[in-house]
């Protein structure tokens, strides 16, 4: 199946200045001839298998769901992989397809660092160079995923212009992609960009959908009743609900609530924002009403982004997924929850997908199921979590 005007509905499509198309239409080109190469399929599955630990267990939450008291709790570990979370599926997945495109090096945005990190792995293990573009203050909000960077041998650009964010970084990327072209590859960390980004990350994400799916039906003879996965830009979401779309599972994405809808402190791009034009994409976009892109919020660093993956924007219009918020008080009791009944400490993005599997699981029948995709593990937010912890304290 070749969808090559990259459009889902009126979402999506290459909103890219003239000098990058052609750039872009290579790149969709070479994707789409070799995505279904056998060898290409083979060697991607041996480095998923051998180096990032695929596949993930599929774990009954037991003791949760008996505390909640009702549907089956499941959890998808991807936080089990290597590097702690679902990024890798799409690391390793274009620098190999950068390695056949005789690309030999590779650049990146990085906000919170995780991108950046998985980014680094995959060269490491490709020989691939890698230089990673990243936000002065998000380095020095994120010591030791810089380091960690460096450590696995990239070149780390910090980059001082606008408000030295994410969005600085990916300006800066993009200008050096349009000047290093010829050998160089820029690799875009969740399901947004211009098409082919969007399809492309969800095809190397979907590796968790599929495994639910089968996982799933070996163990209860049935697809599961809900799937749950938070949304950033979307990666893990759209990994997960793609192949379950045939299915009748019931898919909910849960974006970031943050302090609350009623402030500006929050990031959630589907639910309050309207249609708009960001990073090459036709999506939702949070923005005033110049269209000027809105400042976000949320306690989890992945989930804090003011647009989302264009295939979401049309999943929620053709009402074949829903769209909810959980709060950032919300997320951070789920992880507490998780932790103490499981022994499982969440990353706080996928901590949001817990916290709204609890609300709805007490008003199930146990006879039913919720999958929960679990798209990291928490040890990096360990330090947010000490504070928040003595904030609650000191309110008492
Ligand atoms: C980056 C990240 C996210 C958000 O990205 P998506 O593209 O929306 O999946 C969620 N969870 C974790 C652990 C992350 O590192």
Not at 130 to 135: H, V
Not at 218 to 227: F, H, L, S, T, V
Not at 255 to 261: I, N, S
Not at 276 to 291: A, C, E, P, W
């Amino acid at each position: 199946m070749k969808k090559k005007n990259g459009m889902f509905g009126k979402f999506g499509g290459k909103y890219i200045p003239e000098t990058l198309m052609p750039v872009i239409n290579d790149l969709e080109d070479k994707y789409f001839q070799i995505r279904d190469d056998k060898n290409f399929q083979k060697e991607l599955n041996k480095l998923l298998i051998e180096y990032a630990g695929r596949p993930t267990p599929i774990y009954y939450a037991k003791n949760l769901t008996t505390k909640i008291g009702g549907a089956k709790i499941y959890l998808k570990r991807e936080d089990l992989l290597h590097g702690g979370a679902h990024k890798i599926n799409n690391t390793l997945g274009q620098a190999l397809l950068a390695k056949k495109m005789n690309k030999t090096r590779i650049i990146a945005e990085t906000g919170a660092g995780q991108h950046g990190v998985a980014t680094s792995m995959a060269c490491s293990i490709l020989a691939l160079k890698s230089e990673i573009y990243m936000g002065h203050n998000d380095g020095i909000r994120q010591k030791i995923n810089l380091l960690k960077m460096k450590l696995l041998g990239s070149e780390v650009h910090l980059v001082n212009s606008g408000s030295k964010t994410l969005k600085d970084a990916i300006n800066e990327a993009i200008r050096d992609w349009i000047k290093n072209v010829k050998n160089t590859y820029y690799l875009i960390g969740s399901a947004v960009g211009p098409h082919p980004y969007p399809t492309m990350v969800r095809d190397f994400q979907s590796v968790i959908g599929k495994e639910i799916r089968s996982q799933m039906y070996k163990k209860n003879k049935k697809y599961p009743d809900i799937a749950i996965a938070c949304v950033g830009g979307g990666s893990n979401a759209i990994g997960t609900f793609h192949p379950l779309l045939d299915t009748n599972t019931e898919l909910i994405g849960v974006e970031a609530g943050g302090c609350g809808l009623d402030t500006d402190n929050h990031a959630a791009t589907l639910t309050m924002g309207s249609q708009g034009i960001l990073h090459g994409m036709m999506t939702y976009v949070l923005q005033n009403k110049d269209g000027q892109i809105k400042d976000t919020h949320s306690i989890s660093a992945g989930l804090d982004y003011p647009g989302v993956g264009p295939e979401h924007a049309y999943l929620m219009n053709k009402k074949f997924a829903k769209y909810k918020t959980v709060s950032d008080t919300e997320a951070f009791n789920a992880f507490l929850l998780l932790s103490k009944t499981e022994g499982i400490m969440p990353a706080l993005e996928s901590a949001h997908a817990i916290a709204y599997a609890i609300k709805i699981a007490g008003n199930m029948k146990k006879s039913e199921s919720i999958v929960i995709t679990i798209s990291g593990r928490g040890d990096k937010d360990i330090e947010i979590i000490k504070t928040k912890l003595n904030n609650v304290k000191n309110n008492k």
